[in-house]
């Protein structure tokens, strides 16, 4: 008999980093505001949390991510002034965001790395398993991942991450996975965790991605983590104890993922997201693929 958990309502967005990698445009804009095609990239990260049954939303900001806020509330002078016109459409796009989640917000006051970020989450969630979306991480509404990390994590308890096969010479860039096989060809059991090996110390070459389902149990265990890489309190280290001692939070597993991800932390992946989700949209694509072909004709 399928042993059952408590079902995930809760979805934690770390959005308190600093952009450094697209100054100057986020000096004074956070960088999830950045658009992607005509919406901003934290909406995205929203409606996958929300698609994926996951309806109340937590947000850990720091300063000057005030807009982060407004976007996700109503403009009633906006609202208004649509409405005067008639204009139904953009009415309703405004509109789109505030209804999406109930949202909440909190600030991180120390930025202290991912680990305390999730920590300031406590409060909130309480005792119940909650999801964890990286704001950096765009995943393909057509690759339901979200929803399938939360399909095993209540069926098997404990916490799921996200893994991607990536090149073995890029995996000092990631969080890196030790792993057994199970009987669903996506998921295994995650053994050990590295944060940003080198290549040769590697024990894979699955990636940690932005995506986990996480225990409460994480919490006590990032209480008592101390600052590891970079001098910042590392989730990874806190979901190797977890992987280590299963009667502490029940099992780690993974998700191998193999669909359409976008990494808009990126400043040449967040122009491939935009060129990629441009060509697939009905009202752009058709007319953007035409100047696209032309252009890289011209060009080559």
């Excluded at 949390?49 to 976007?71: C, F, Q, W, Y």
């Excluded at 909440?104 to 120390?110: A, E, K, L, N």
């Excluded at 969080?175 to 050990?192: H, L, Q, R, S």
């Excluded at 024990?203 to 996480?214: D, E, K, M, T």
């Amino acid at each position: 008999m399928t042993q059952s958990h408590p079902r995930i309502s809760k979805a934690v967005i770390p959005a308190a980093g600093l952009g450094t990698r697209f100054l100057p445009a986020t000096k004074a804009t956070p960088k999830e505001m950045l658009p992607v095609v005509d919406k901003p990239a934290i909406q995205y990260v929203v409606e996958e949390a929300v698609s994926a049954g996951l309806s109340d939303v937590l947000m850990i900001t720091g300063r000057n991510k005030r807009p982060l806020e407004d976007h996700f509330d109503r403009n009633y002078e906006l609202e208004e002034a649509l409405t005067r016109k008639g204009d139904a459409e953009r009415l309703a796009k405004v509109q789109e965001s505030s209804d999406l989640a109930t949202m909440h917000y909190v600030r991180q006051g120390d930025p202290r790395g991912l680990g305390h970020a999730v920590l300031c989450a406590a409060p909130h969630v309480g005792d119940q398993p909650f999801a964890v979306l990286l704001g950096d991480d765009l995943i393909d509404p057509r690759d339901p991942l979200l929803a399938r990390m939360v399909e095993v994590q209540e069926r098997e308890g404990g916490s799921v991450i996200a893994l991607m096969e990536v090149d073995p010479e890029q995996i000092h860039l990631y969080g890196c996975a030790a792993v057994e096989p199970t009987a669903d060809g996506d998921v295994v059991k995650i053994t050990n965790l590295v944060e940003k090996p080198s290549p040769a110390d590697a024990p894979s070459n699955l990636a940690i991605i932005g995506r986990y389902v996480l225990d409460p149990a994480v919490f006590d265990i990032l209480r008592k983590t101390e600052p590891g890489r970079g001098n910042e309190i590392q989730l990874t280290d806190a979901l190797q104890k977890l992987a280590e001692n299963e009667d502490v939070g029940g099992p780690v597993h993974g998700v191998v993922f193999k669909g359409r991800r976008y990494d808009t932390g990126d400043r040449g992946d967040y122009l491939r997201a935009i060129v990629r989700l441009a060509c697939e949209r009905e009202d752009l694509g058709p007319e953007f693929r035409t100047w696209l072909r032309s252009y890289v004709t011209e060009e080559m």
